[in-house]
């Protein structure tokens, strides 16, 4: 019960968000600190393959690493799903965020999508051991501000953005096995991995 009053109450406040014109152009600022943010994601995914790769899916660290690639790969998969559905236009292309289906690709933010996506099997596995694994939601907060200073996004799509992320995220650490790619000591998988 208290779980659906958390999700109904988030629904609320981001219905009320949008109502109160919530979403709202900022200055452009793409240089230097903020300018990292188009690599932030793709660097980390990187990094987190090669860890991946090195430590293989028998280890607590290994899996995680691969929970975490399944779950960036599924959270682009929704993102661009959702951009074509809904087509917005980004604060660069229109100076209203209520231009809805007219060919944009706004709706949601896929980099910060794919960075919530990377740190939330992380979180989610070590935040009993280290509380100090929460840091990691730095990385997708900097991708937030981020894209909308590159004027890219609107903030509801980076917030839908970060929420198929973290769904994903959760997802993808629920499971027992990676997905898409399993290495260990005996058996190598690749492809679609799924039990019924």
Excluded: C
């Excluded at 953005?161 to 993808?172: D, I, P, Q, R, T």
């Excluded at 898409?180 to 190598?188: A, K, N």
């Amino acid at each position: 019960m208290k779980k659906l009053f958390r999700y109904l109450l988030l629904s609320a406040l981001l219905g009320s968000a949008l109502h109160a014109d919530f979403d709202h152009k900022l200055d452009l600022d793409d240089e230097g600190f903020w300018g990292a943010h188009y690599d932030v994601p793709k660097y980390s995914a990187i990094l987190l393959f090669g860890a991946a790769l090195y430590e293989g899916s028998d280890n607590r660290f290994g899996k995680t690493a691969w929970q975490s690639l399944d779950a960036a790969i599924m959270s682009q998969v929704i993102a661009e799903g959702l951009k074509k559905m809904t087509g917005r236009l980004r604060p660069r292309e229109s100076d209203s965020p209520y231009d809805w289906n007219e060919g944009g690709a706004s709706f949601p933010s896929g980099h910060v999508a794919g960075m919530t996506a990377l740190v939330t099997p992380f979180v989610l596995e070590y935040r009993a051991d280290n509380p100090w694994v929460h840091l990691l939601w730095l990385l997708p907060a900097y991708e937030m501000e981020g894209r909308m200073k590159a004027q890219a996004h609107w903030q509801t799509d980076v917030i839908a953005g970060a929420v198929v992320g973290f769904a994903s995220g959760y997802w993808a650490h629920g499971r027992d096995y990676p997905l898409l790619l399993s290495l260990s000591d005996d058996h190598v998988f690749v492809g679609l991995h799924y039990r019924f």
